[in-house]
C-alpha cells in the first residue's frame, strides 16, 4: 500500500523529508526516500529508486532504473588537492545497484567526469575516486577503494577489501580476488590476487559461463602460458604469438592491452 505521505511531483514519488534542487530533474517512476538530499543539476532516469538517507550532490546523472541504498553518497568533490571547483561530472549508467554507504565521486580538469556503466553492483563501503571510468557489468563488493584515474572494463569482479592505485586498468573478464592490493595494471581475461597482486591464470569459469567459445578459450589459454608461464620476457611472448598465431579479435585485444600498459602488468 502506497505511503500516504509520500508526494508525487511531475510523477516522481518524493518523500516529504526529501530535498530536492529546483534544477534537478527527476523523470516519471523515480522515488525518492526519506531524509535524502538531491542536489543542483541532477538527473536520475525513470523507475531509478533512491533508498534514505541519500546524498546526491551535484552535477550527477543516473540512468534508468537505478537502484541507491541508504546512506550512498555520489557527485560529491574530487578528494584531490589539485581541484580548484572546476565544472565537472558523475555520470551512472541503466540498471546499476549502489548499495550502502557507497561513495562515488565527480572528476576532475584531467577527465572532467567519473563513469560508471550499466548493469553494474558497487556493494556496501565501495569507493569510485575521480575521474574513474567503470565499463557495463561491473562488480566491485564489499569496500573496493579505488583512487583516481582507474580503469575497470566490462564485466571485472572485484573482491572485496581490496584497494586499487591510481591510473591502474583492469581488463575485460578479469576477476580479482577479495583482500588483493592492485598496484599494476591487471590483463583481460585473468584472474589476480594477492598483496600484491599475481596472476592464478585464466577466469576460465567466467569465460565459459560468459559463452566464450571452447577455441577462443584454448586461444587465450594458449597465449597466457606464453606469455607468463615460460622463460620469455613479455615482449618476447608478444613477438611470438603474433608470428605463432596469427592473432584477432580477443586474443589481438589481449596483446594489445599488455603493450598499451603504463603502469606495469601483473605477472605471476
Given amino acids: 500500500m502506497r505511503d500516504p505521505r509520500v508526494t508525487t511531483a511531475s510523477q516522481a514519488s518524493i518523500h516529504p523529508s526529501a530535498i530536492v534542487d529546483p534544477s534537478a530533474e527527476l523523470d516519471p517512476g523515480v522515488t525518492v526516500g526519506p531524509w535524502t538530499l538531491i542536489g543542483p543539476n541532477v538527473q536520475l532516469g525513470s523507475g531509478t529508486t533512491v533508498g534514505p538517507s541519500v546524498l546526491i550532490e551535484k552535477n550527477t546523472r543516473v540512468g534508468v532504473d537505478c537502484s541507491i541504498s541508504k546512506g550512498a553518497v555520489l557527485g560529491t568533490d574530487p578528494q584531490d588537492l589539485k581541484f580548484e571547483e572546476e565544472e565537472t561530472t558523475l555520470e551512472v549508467g541503466d540498471r546499476t545497484v549502489i548499495r550502502e554507504f557507497a561513495t562515488l565521486n565527480r572528476g576532475t580538469a584531467a577527465l ?3 563513469v560508471v556503466g550499466s548493469d553494474c553492483l558497487l556493494m556496501a563501503y565501495t569507493h569510485v575516486a575521480h575521474d574513474c571510468v567503470l565499463g557495463d557489468h561491473v562488480v566491485l563488493s564489499n569496500a573496493v577503494n579505488m583512487a583516481g584515474h582507474v580503469e ?3 564485466w571485472v569482479i572485484v573482491g572485496g577489501i581490496t584497494p586499487i592505485h591510481q591510473f591502474v586498468r583492469i581488463g575485460r573478464h578479469a576477476f580479482v580476488g577479495g583482500g588483493s592490493r592492485i598496484s599494476q595494471d591487471v590483463p583481460p581475461f585473468c584472474r589476480a590476487a594477492g598483496s600484491p597482486a599475481k596472476l592464478y591464470g585464466l577466469n576460465s569459469v567466467g569465460l565459459e559461463r560468459r559463452g566464450f567459445p571452447a577455441d577462443i578459450r584454448a586461444g587465450l589459454k594458449r597465449a597466457y602460458k606464453m606469455l607468463f608461464q615460460s622463460s620469455m620476457n613479455l615482449s618476447q611472448g608478444i613477438a611470438q604469438i603474433r608470428e605463432q598465431m596469427n592473432p584477432t ?20
Fill in 112 to 114: 572532467g567526469r567519473t
Fill in 249 to 268: 579479435g580477443d586474443l589481438a585485444y589481449f596483446l594489445e592491452f599488455i603493450q598499451k600498459s603504463e603502469r606495469g602488468i601483473t605477472t605471476g
Fill in 152 to 154: 575497470i572494463e566490462d
